[in-house]
């Protein structure tokens, strides 16, 4: 069956800019988590969505937000990008607590 | 909040060595911990699932065990061969926060041959 896809893979984004990511999950999988990683900090936990509700966020700004529809694709949204925020973005699927599939990331630049 | 540790860092082995990565957890209620590969500029695959009720589990050349009243779980990978060559996370879910993963920041494997 088909794994999570994540679009774009890649984005070259200015400064203030805005940008929108897209996953869509496994079908079935009705939980969508996002992850930034860094060198840094590693893979930190931005927020999950379960049945279109958010139901856990992680400590990130409000300038990152998402949503999920009604066929559990989901959509993260970076607003005034910062260079900071320069990172893999990754997105997980998953029924439950169950075992989580992950996507291969999209990697933004933000210049 | 949970703190998940990796040790090492790095690793290097010769190919054909077996070895053994380690992960810990500060906070022992977990639903599950999850092992996974990442190769550079990639997404995360999924080695094994131990969920909170189990001790371990397997699959070929990889065994991961758990023991959740210490917060410990070790990766064991046998026979290693080049093609291992990748990081490994481990990564835990809580009970308290609904399923998203705590990460480790990985150990970083080398087999040379």
């Known amino acids: 069956k088909a794994g999570v896809t994540q679009t774009p893979r890649y984005l070259i984004k200015t400064r203030g800019q805005q940008v929108t990511l897209s996953c869509s999950p496994i079908s079935g999988h009705r939980s969508v988590s996002w992850y930034q990683q860094t060198p840094g900090q590693g893979l930190q936990f931005l927020f999950e969505?379960?049945?279109?509700?958010?139901?856990n966020k992680g400590n990130f700004p409000g300038r990152f937000s998402g949503r999920q529809f009604s066929n559990s694709r989901s959509e993260m949204n970076v607003s005034t990008l910062e260079l900071g925020d320069s990172a893999l973005y990754l997105c997980?699927?998953?029924?439950?607590?169950?075992?989580?599939?992950f996507g291969q990331g999209t990697r933004l630049t933000v210049v | 909040k949970q703190e998940v540790t990796q040790i090492p860092a790095a690793l290097s082995v010769p190919e054909g060595e077996n070895l053994v990565l380690n992960c810990s957890f500060t906070d022992s209620a977990i639903y599950n911990l999850q092992w996974f590969r990442q190769d550079p500029g990639k997404g995360l695959t999924s080695l094994l699932l131990i969920q909170s009720s189990q001790r371990e589990q397997t699959s070929g050349r990889l065994n991961a065990s758990l023991d959740k009243s210490s917060g410990r779980s070790t990766l064991y990978i046998a026979a290693s061969q080049p093609g291992d060559s990748a990081t490994y996370l481990c990564?835990?879910?809580?009970?308290?926060?609904?399923?998203?993963?705590?990460f480790g920041k990985g150990t970083s494997l080398l087999v040379t041959p």
């Open positions: 969505y379960f049945s279109e509700t958010q139901r």
């Open positions: 997980a699927s998953r029924t439950g607590a169950t075992e989580a599939f």
């Open positions: 990564a835990v879910s809580r009970t308290n926060s609904g399923y998203a993963l705590n």
